[in-house]
Structures are given as C-alpha cells and as structure tokens.
C-alpha cells in the first residue's frame, strides 16, 4: 500500500493505534532454495498454505543488500527539514505516519520510489539530490537483482501449477508498463511501547493488509516486526533474517490462480529498543491489464471466483479503502449453488 505524507516527525506514540498482545514466534515458515529441483512445487505448496515462504540462495548480492541500507539510513537520519523536503509523495516520495487517506496511521516513516529507473518524479529526483549518485545507483542495483529473483520465482510458481506459457506471471512484471514500485521502510525504536507491551498492547508500526499487486518481495535487517494470519486466524511473528527474502502473495495473483494461492494479511510492530529497515518491491502489471484467472489453470467446469477487472480498476479501488478492508470482496463473484 501506498503510504502518504503527515508532516511532523514521530516523536509520540500515544496517538498511535495499538492491537493485541503480541503473537508467538512462528517458526514453520517454508524455506526456498532457489537452486533445489523441487522448489517449484515446494513455492506453491507454500503460497497455498501461507501466501509467504523465504527465499535462500537467491543470488542478489549481499553488497547490493548492505549498501542500499546504509544509504537509506543516512537519508532517514537527516534533519526532519530535510527529508520533508522530498514530500509529501505524488504519490512517489517521502511520508511518515499517515497511511492512505482513510485514516489509518503506524510508527513508520518511508520512501515510495517507481520500480523503473526510466520513471522519476519530482519527489524522487529531491531524494537523490540530498543523496546524490551513490543512493540513486544503489537503488537501481538492487531493483535490477530482485526483479531478476522476482522474475525466476514467478517461472518457478508457474511450472509448479503447470501453467503454459510459464512466463504469463512473469511477463506482466517485465513489460515496460509494469506498474511496479520500490519502498523503502523506516520503524525508528520506540522506548513508550515497552510500556504498552507490559500492558499487552502492541504499538502498531504498518497495520494488517494484503498487498494489492501480484508478489511482494521483502527484505529488512535484523529486527523482528513482521506478522503474518494463518487460515486459523492466529498472528505469529516471523523471524527476521537479514540475509534472505521473503516473498507474499498479492490479491492479483490470488484473482490470476482463482484463489488457489492466497494473499497473505500481515502487519508490522514497532520494536522498543531498535530501528526497523525494510525494502518492499512490490511487482505489479501493466495499469491496462485484465485480472482474471489464467485459462491454462481453470477446469472445464470451473468458474470464476472473480469478476473481471483491470488492475488499475482494483488499484484505484483498493488505495480508496481502509488497510484491514478484505477489498477483494467487492470483485468476487455470487456462485450459483445450482
């Protein structure tokens, strides 16, 4: 989701939302190896069990990794001035706190960026003038290596589901129109949350959603936050790492397999003690696409889930919404029981 510009910096967590006590750390949380000749059935197992599994060996260089942190570190820790200047987001640029228009807010600060190094706003071009050319090629550099991961996982799901031609998945995000975009996520420590912690309460830092596009891909440093719901409806904790990737099914893609493989809700907690750094790159098709499922998957008798709709329709109705709304729900269809 986009998250859009408040002015202020965050320096009170008393106005902020906070949810139930924490959850449990979840350690069952399927492990990918890119190189492993089963990988493609293991991925959709995976996305239909949890809509998230972890990618290793995934060949994106740890220093595209640890250089694209320092640098948006040293962009998060300038004067509050400053990095006002690259916002409010249009909807590219810098914004903190508010999160869409519907008043949904969260202990975080973040740069939204378009995923195509050929597309630069104005907002992002004030980015990477207070940053100069080490950011902007640090940025380009670790988009190239996740798409190109991004591009191999999307294959790999498709021959696991058996899907012709295996590039239908992958082909929407390498078009020169994908509606791609890249963000990088700030949860500075929050000391106050101990204290909600104590009380069973937890301070929210991005609160529960699905991401709207066809797959995210996830890596933060080594600080934990991130929760996921399973089909019971329990939240558990992932644990963080550093060195890896994690990969979440988007309602896109949930609509493209006819609810096969689902998108996961998830949210992120402030940590107490300290700063959360994550980089999103959120994989998404063409404005002008058709979202319908994928002819090569459905049955002869089988029908529709979902009604037919272009992702700009369902970005434009999804960015409208509050972030727990289930927004898929608008597009499915009434089955006859016939």
Known sequence: ??????????????????????????????????????????????????????????????EFITRLESEALGFFNLPQSEKDRAGPPDPFGYGSKRIGTNGDVGWIEYLLLNANPQVL????????????????????DYIQAVKTMAYEVLELIADGLKIEPRDALSKLLRDENSDSCFRLNHYPPCPESEALSLS????????????????????SNNTSGLQICLKDGTWVSVPSDETSFFINVGDALQVMTNGRLKSVRHRVLANTQKSRVSMIYFGG???????????????KQEESLYNEFTWSEYKTSAYKSRLADYRLGLFEKTLSTN
Do not use: W
């Open 285 to 299: 098709p063409p404005l002008s696409q058709k979202i319908v499922p994928l002819t090569s998957l459905m049955g």
């Open 1 to 62: 989701m986009v998250v859009q510009s408040q002015s202020g910096t965050l320096t009170h967590c008393s106005s902020i939302k906070t949810c139930n006590k924490a959850a449990a750390v979840f350690t069952s949380i399927p492990v990918i190896n890119l190189g492993d000749p089963e990988s493609k059935s293991l991925m959709v197992k995976a996305c239909e069990e949890y809509g998230l599994f972890k990618v290793v060996n995934h060949r994106v260089p740890m």
């Open 121 to 140: 706003s104005l907002k992002t071009l004030t980015v990477f003038r207070q940053n100069p050319e080490i950011f902007r090629s640090a940025v380009n």
């Open 200 to 219: 069973g309460r937890n301070l929210v830092g991005f609160g529960e959603h699905t991401d709207p596009q066809i797959i995210s891909v996830l890596r």
